[in-house]
Every structure is written in structure tokens, then in C-alpha cells.
């Protein structure tokens, strides 16, 4: 029943921005925190950035200075501003979401479809 909504995915050149959303939806008793991955061709699954519910944010290196993560907590929703893009940095960026459905449950991991980000030179 949860659901990762993302979107802001798009086709841009390089030195463009680019604001990337993801809603959590469903019964979910809590957030622990959120984030984003992403994964270019030929490459693993690397983290971007995450930030706990309480604001604690944490950026990849190739990231830093570029990127911010923020979320609303009374959207269940976090945000990845991505600026100076560059060819880089396309890949496929999924939302993570570390929840607990109930309050004696464990928590778990959650990962939406995914949205795809072409920066072009």
C-alpha cells in the first residue's frame, strides 16, 4: 500500500537545474528519513543524498555544493534541487524511504520507480 512517487525527471545541458520530487503515500506511522540514489549505465547503485526526518542532511561528494535535500514533512515529501548539472550526472534517480508502518514495527526500506535525469553537453 506505500507508494514512492517521484517526478522532475527531464532532458537538460549541462549547467541547468532540475528539481526532483518524491511523495510517500499510504498508511506509514513514521518517517525515519528519505533520500536519493541513482544509477548510470554500466554503474551500481550509488547514494546522492539522504536526510533524516529531523533535518539531518548527508551528500555524496559528487554532490556537494550542487545539490540540496529538503523535505516537508507535512507532505511526506522530499526534494532533491539539483544545479550545475553536468553529463555526469545522468542517470536513473530513485527515491528511498526508510518508514515504519505501525509504531511496533521495524523499519523498513521503500524504493519508488524511478526518474530519469539526461544532462546533455
Known amino acids: 500500500q506505500v507508494q514512492l512517487v517521484e517526478s522532475g525527471g527531464g532532458f537538460l545541458q549541462t549547467g541547468g537545474s532540475l528539481r526532483l520530487s518524491c511523495a510517500a503515500s499510504?498508511?506509514?506511522?513514521?518517517?525515519?528519513?528519505m533520500g536519493w540514489y541513482r544509477q548510470a549505465p554500466g554503474k551500481q547503485r550509488e547514494l546522492v543524498a539522504t536526510?533524516?526526518?529531523?533535518?539531518?542532511?548527508n551528500y555524496a561528494d559528487s554532490v556537494k555544493g550542487r545539490f540540496t535535500i529538503s523535505r516537508d514533512n507535512a507532505k511526506n515529501t522530499v526534494y532533491l534541487q539539483m544545479s550545475s548539472l553536468q553529463p555526469e550526472d545522468t542517470a536513473v534517480y530513485y527515491c528511498?524511504?526508510?518508514?515504519?508502518?505501525?509504531?511496533?514495527?521495524?523499519?523498513?526500506?521503500?524504493w519508488g520507480q524511478g526518474t530519469q535525469v539526461t544532462v546533455s553537453s
Open positions: 499510504g498508511s506509514i506511522f513514521s518517517i525515519n528519513g
Open positions: 536526510i533524516t526526518w529531523g533535518g539531518y542532511a
Open positions: 528511498n524511504a526508510a518508514l515504519q508502518l505501525h509504531v511496533f514495527g521495524d523499519v523498513n526500506t521503500y
